[in-house]
């Protein structure tokens, strides 16, 4: 008669969770090609992103609670990153932010319109992927 053996897999066959796989992440850009370089890279890294466009559309489709960060571009057409943070965060008041910017201007420009805030995190572009993480990681330790 043979021994049966147990079909529970060993804790070194298991795959663990790295940090990065369970956070999620709001990315708008009204550039195509930051999306998607973006989003590529973040996923490589075990990163859930939404990646939208059109920031009335990723407002649309915002879920509460979901997101871990919140990654805005700036200056976008029809609503700028400054407007978009500011309708998301009625929604969600714990949701962390990075701006996405090519101009250093637009960090003074929170400042005063964000007084109550402490918001340091801002991605100048270009940025290549490997910044980009290291920023992201910082930001959500």
Not at 44 to 73: M, Q, R, S, T
Not at 80 to 106: H, M, R, S
Not at 123 to 136: F, G, T, V, W
Request: with cysteine; glycine share 4%.
């Amino acid at each position: 008669m043979q021994e049966e053996t147990s079909s529970i897999p060993s804790s070194s066959t298991l795959s663990t969770k790295t940090a990065a796989e369970s956070k999620r992440i709001l990315l708008v850009d009204d550039e195509p090609d930051v999306t998607i370089t973006f989003k590529m890279g973040l996923e490589g890294k075990g990163y859930k992103v939404d990646a939208f466009n059109d920031p009335e559309e990723a407002l649309a489709h915002f879920k509460i609670g979901v997101y871990d960060l919140l990654l805005l571009d700036i200056k976008m057409p029809k609503m700028n990153g400054f407007q978009l943070y500011e309708e998301l965060e009625k929604l969600d008041k714990e949701a962390k932010v990075c701006f996405i910017t090519a101009f250093e201007v637009y960090y003074r420009s929170l400042r005063e319109l964000f007084p109550q805030i402490d918001i340091d995190c801002f991605i100048k572009k270009p940025i290549d992927s490997e910044e980009l993480i290291k920023k992201i990681q910082l930001e959500l330790q």
